[in-house]
Nanobody, 124 residues
Framework: QVQLVESGGGLVQAGGSLRLSCAAS????????MGWFRQAPGKEREFVAA????????YYVDSVKGRFTISRDNAKSTVYLQMNSLRPEDTAVYYC?????????????????WGQGTQVTVSS
């Protein structure tokens, strides 16, 4: 079992920044590929960013490229999502996921464990 706890969400004005954190426990963190997804009201969960076990490879959805950065600290068993230049359309509940099988993935179906989510609201 892997437990994931997100933090760092909140209310921010357009153009502002937030850093989300996701702390993992229950399994060797360096064996997990990690990802961030988001879900806005009335919409399906959307891939945002992913990072491989050794942090060598990262993926981003086009809409956040150049604004968001995913990183991980294997010593702290934590993955981060630095979000800059936030826009109202970034408003959603953000979830981190852990993939125990693949090296890295954009698909929510490959993630085995999820956190409870953290709300990010960007006002215009």
């Amino acid at each position: 079992q892997v437990q994931l706890v997100e933090s760092g969400g909140g209310l921010v004005q357009a153009g502002g920044s937030l850093r989300l954190s996701c702390a993992a426990s229950g399994r060797t963190f360096s064996s997990l590929a990690m990802g961030w997804f988001r879900q806005a009201p009335g919409k399906e969960r959307e891939f945002v960013a992913a990072i491989s076990r050794g942090a060598v490879t990262t993926y981003y959805v086009d809409s956040v490229k150049g604004r968001f950065t995913i990183s991980r600290d294997n010593a702290k068993s934590t993955v981060y999502l630095q979000m800059n230049s936030l826009r109202p359309e970034d408003t959603a509940v953000y979830y981190c996921g852990a993939d125990t099988t693949l090296a890295i993935s954009r698909s929510s179906y490959s993630y085995d464990y999820w956190g409870q989510g953290t709300q990010v609201t960007v006002s215009s």
